[in-house]
């Protein structure tokens, strides 16, 4: 999928001027300009109460893909179900969107800015499948460069979220990063570590100017 070029955006992300805590602002707009360059700088959007926040975590949440945890069961599931890309973004989503799931946030406008972000090339979707094909779980996220910054997963079956997980390391390889944005006991489980704001800023920085994996173009 070729990624279109997006206009800039009116809207400054400078970490400099961010304050000493998770959420960094309040407002702007999900236009494709500013998602990209919210990404670029280290920031991503997730609303609460009605009102549009940016966040960078003061501990963000990645994964190095080498070091990424499987263990024997896991491997067992992996054998078990298939992993496409980008087939059922929209699917995906609306999964990930569930107003069922416990925290659910990602509301209508969200929905229709990474949706839009898909069409440009730069959202994407690792999609996991049962054998006969349907599909029981996967996450969605944007490709800057060689940073993924995942933004949720599912599952409907057992272990379908962490071999979605599986696939997209396979994807972005050894030289990329995925943000997971926070870390959580479940994804600590599989190999998602803390980095401080500043070291997060510092690596992304070359990442974010690098050439995306090949199938991501």
């Known amino acids: ?93 609306d999964a990930c969107a569930d107003p069922s799931r416990p925290g659910a946030w990602i509301d209508s406008s969200i929905r229709e800015a990474y949706v839009r972000m898909h069409h440009l090339g730069w959202a994407h979707s690792i999609e996991v499948r049962d054998a006969e094909g349907q599909l029981v779980g996967g996450l969605y996220g944007l490709s800057v460069g060689r940073l993924f910054a995942g933004e949720s997963m599912f599952h409907w079956a057992s272990d379908a979220s962490k071999v979605a997980l599986m696939g997209l390391v396979e994807v972005v390889g050894d030289e990329g990063l995925i943000d997971t944005q926070w870390r959580t006991e479940h994804l600590a489980s599989l190999g998602v570590t803390e980095w401080p704001r500043d070291r997060y800023l510092r690596e992304i920085a070359t990442l974010v100017d690098s050439e995306p994996p090949t199938i991501w173009g």
């Open 1 to 93: 999928m070729t990624r279109a070029a997006l206009p800039p955006t009116p809207w400054l992300f400078d970490p400099e001027g961010w304050p000493a805590e998770d959420c960094i602002a309040v407002g702007a707009d999900l236009e494709p300009g500013t998602l990209l360059e919210a990404y670029r700088q280290g920031a991503f959007p997730m609303p609460h109460d009605g009102m549009l926040l940016w966040w960078s975590p003061m501990q963000r949440g990645v994964l190095v893909p080498s070091e990424l945890r499987v263990s024997r069961s896991l491997a067992r599931s992996r054998r078990r179900f298939s992993v496409t890309i980008d087939e059922s973004f929209e699917e995906v989503i």
